[in-house]
């Protein structure tokens, strides 16, 4: 018997966060009138794209925060007629990634669930990647699991990677000029617990990604299909267009 806290490896989320908050900077002027999630892709909104592989993936309520013209998520929210139930979760003042989620806790519920951060876009390889996070997802071992992407097959990424992993899934963030393999996705699941005792007001989740990294319960999930970051207008085209039609081939398991 489980509880909450303790579910079996591999029994999915039912709920999800998207981070949907974020200025939309390096995308102006397009998002001088529309927030970030609502710019389209492959004929639809980065936002949709989101929600759609979280229904896929037996998703049932999903948050979704907005802060930037948030009238317009919000109206796009009430607009969408297909899975899953979304609740936005405004916010007055920026509150970067995990303090948005811990403002959102009582929205998501007490057990771990998917964030998926709503300016990336990625395709699935044989096995969706939500589907491949919840089976190896072990919350006796993990507060974080983060889906990863291999640097040289990170469409619209050009930074130096954030982790290297060890062969059990334990991550080891990159240190000062040091190069690493992978890259975090914007895709992962995550305990409540993580988050309850920060402060109220804007925080981000790297610092409790390195918490976690240090008490060994940090843990990653290499992607096998192609990966958007869209960062940029220039970027939209090629990522619209591999969106489409991909040219990016699979990363090697």
């Given at each position: 018997m489980t509880d909450q806290y303790h579910r079996l490896p591999g029994d999915a989320p039912r709920r999800a966060m998207v981070l949907a908050a974020g200025l939309g900077l390096r995308m102006r002027p397009l998002t001088l009138t529309r927030p970030k999630p609502l710019v389209q892709v492959g004929g639809q909104t980065l936002l949709d794209h989101a929600l759609?592989?979280?229904?896929?993936?037996?998703?049932?309520?999903?948050?979704?925060?907005a802060h930037w013209l948030a009238d317009q998520v919000e109206a796009h929210l009430a607009a969408r007629?297909?899975?899953?139930r979304t609740h936005l979760s405004r916010e007055e003042t920026l509150l970067e990634t995990a303090g948005g989620i811990r403002k959102a806790l009582p929205l998501l519920g007490d057990a771990p669930?998917?964030?998926v951060n709503s300016d990336v876009l990625w395709l699935d390889g044989p096995v969706p990647a939500l589907t491949r996070l919840a089976r190896r997802w072990d919350p006796a071992e993990m507060d974080?699991?983060?889906?990863?992407?291999?640097?040289?097959?990170a469409v619209g990424y050009?930074?130096?990677?954030?982790?290297?992993m060890d062969p059990a899934g334990r991550l080891r963030y990159r240190g000062g000029d040091d190069i690493a393999p992978f890259v975090a996705a914007?895709?992962?699941i995550a305990r409540p617990d993580a988050y309850r005792d920060l402060p109220e007001g804007p925080a981000g989740n790297a610092a409790l990604w390195h918490a976690a990294e240090a008490s060994g319960r940090l843990y990653g999930l290499r992607h096998d299909g192609p990966w958007f970051h869209v960062g940029t207008p220039d970027s939209l085209a090629e990522v619209d267009a591999q969106v489409r039609q991909p040219r990016v081939r699979w990363a090697e398991p």
């Open positions: 759609d592989r979280l229904a896929s993936a037996g998703v049932e309520d999903a948050v979704v925060n007629t297909r899975a899953p669930f998917y964030v974080f699991l983060l889906l990863l992407m291999p640097t040289v097959w050009e930074g130096r990677g954030d982790y290297h914007g895709v992962m």
